[in-house]
């Protein structure tokens, strides 16, 4: 099958299907596209080009044609599962349904298939359960020989209804693609394919503990599903047994070239009791999903990249409503008719992982718009040491920062062997909007040292703070060695008490009227005297301070722009016991200290124009909104709408600049969906895609008999007038203004 770039070259004849009639996966690979993933295309690879347009449905096929339909099935999940799979027919439906690609489903079955353990985390009624089914179905009745699954589960209710959806899937297939044999199991518990040699077996979960470790042990498997494990009783018992009985299954399945692997689907549980708490953690542990993935080299490469982002080789693809394409409307309206505890509604509509015996500190109206924040990444940059730096501005954002406003970065270290992580948080110190993060699980403490200053050479507009204890000790010294190397003063760029203590006494004046001297004129010895200056030094007054005034300060200000889901599911994790704020046992804090200390020097830190940061600035973005009478919601919503209208624009000018057929079918297709989003109000309420798709044909076609020289013109030389008029009027005073309006 086709996973990677390097894998087209073994399938020489394959092509990029864009005439499929599967919508979703051509919607699917132009939102990869959008988002700068090179190897957008793979779900519409088809091995076999005379395939395309056939319908594996139609009764006249021939022999032949249904032969190569088979043999693409099996090769080909993408094939299957973008023209064959078949849901039931449901809420009135008379035809069966087509399988609807979205990023949470093809993202865990190309885990699956790459051998690396997904844990899909998504809202109830979103598809979870048939995204487990269909892989399920692929694997006992197409893709799979000669090997068995297991699936295990809270209750013998979902046990059989497994069964259940997967034989009436079946069902649905081409005849000859499945024929039911009459030695085919039959009944609540399991299934087979005789022909293929395939079982699924199932389980429930066991109500003392030994029995949890015996159902785990019993069980010689290749592959396993766990559905719903923060509710399986003694899942902390069950799930260790379980795979280390089915090494030897998976090791001789890998040895054949077979399918093998974990696979976990869930809503979020409790992290404060015994069986939630234990999946809590293991999903802390696991990398947050990022379709960067897609563009590694192979199936090793990957590997490579959970491995440096993870302590469990595993992928945490937690997906909200909207990143599986739906709208607030439909949440609000499911929410409603579920009736259920804010408890259940956070854990099953808003994948939050609470916990029901402890207290927040923050009010739930702050919790609510800090977590309605929550935004994919712009970009992802991926170092040479594998670490992810998720941004959320685009390089046109990034590039407008650098030269009108300043960032600050929090850096919360550790050890990074798995257990605690390096955490980093920058900030626009005008908005406080969360510009970019990064969680560093693993890595070798002096090559990160050498990355970061890199990386603070590469970013002249980044202040550092960094907490100085333990191994930040460390990375602090090396930066004190490395920067002035490169020609940096290291008092200009990182946090320390001589420049924040300058005014405080004359002995203050004094140190800091030291630093005039240039950096020729200091030895070694000049930063190793005054080391113990750098980075923000925590003691029991320091942490309350920053969990009591500044936690509420940041959260009250910064709630509308925080984005990162990492630092999101910590900050939703505080707890507050006896008077004393703190991550819950299994949780982490790493970000939440990290953001706060970068807060803490937007808020409180002193002579900050000697960072390079006009005191204007600071919070400069804040003030400027506090006449604009807008509720949270009403906020995000108009920076969803410029973020929608501002894709279009991109898009009409790929658009008007392609001479390729599939980017034109997957621009059109982007395009339509798109004009779906947009409300009809103000200047767009005559906005028409068809419209716009005819101009932009027209001007193709002048472009193309006036042979235009190829390269980036502006886009209003390019396009009709009243097109980008429409487009621009309706993005008035997008980012201009407010810098709060990353959307």
Known sequence: MILFIRDWKFYKNAIVDTKTKNESFLSLAAKYRMLGIKHWYFILALHNPELQGLDPFDPSLTVEQKLAIAHECKTNPWYFYREVARAPAMAGSIEPGRFLANRGNIAFYWCFFNHITPILIQPRQTG???????????IIDIGGNNTKMFMLTKGTDLQTQAIARIKEMRELLPKY??????????NKTGLNNVKLNNEYLTGVARSNKMAANNLGRGLVVPIVHVDEPPFITWIGT??????AAGTKARDIAAANGAMWGTVFTTTAGRRDDRDGGYMYDFVSKAMPWNEVIFDCVDQSDATRMVDSNSKVNAVNITMSHRQLGYSDQWLYNAIREANGTREETERDFLNIWNSGSSRSPLAPELLQAIHGSMRDPKMTDVTNQNY??????DERELAYLKKHSRLVMGLDTSEASGKDAIAMVIMDVASLAIVGAATVKVANLIEYAKWLTGFMIEHPEIILIPERKSTGAMIIDMLLMLLPQAGIDPFKRIYNTIVDRSRESKKGEEAFNELFQGLSQRDDFFYTER??????????????????????NAARQASTVIHDSVLIDEIMGLTEKNGRIDHTTLGHDDHVFAWLMAYWLCNAGMN???????????MSALAAEKDVDQSVTAQWKEHLQRGYLTEVEELIVKLSDSDNDTLTALYENRLRYLSRKVEASGTVKDFSVDGILDRVRKEREKKQRLNYASGYRDPETTMHAEVMDMIQSAKANHFRGSLRAFH
């Open 388 to 393: 992810l730096i998720r941004w959320y501005v």
């Open 531 to 552: 080391k113990s200056c750098f980075g923000f030094s925590t003691d029991k007054a320091r942490r309350d301070l920053l969990y009591g005034n500044m936690l509420q």
């Open 128 to 138: 979870k359960t048939f995204t487990a089914d269909f892989l399920s179905q692929y």
């Open 238 to 243: 069950t799930l260790p047994a379980l795979r």
């Open 177 to 186: 693609l499945y024929q039911r044999d009459k030695r085919d199991m039959d």
């Open 608 to 618: 900050l124009a000697y960072y390079g940061i006009p005191s204007g600035l600071v």
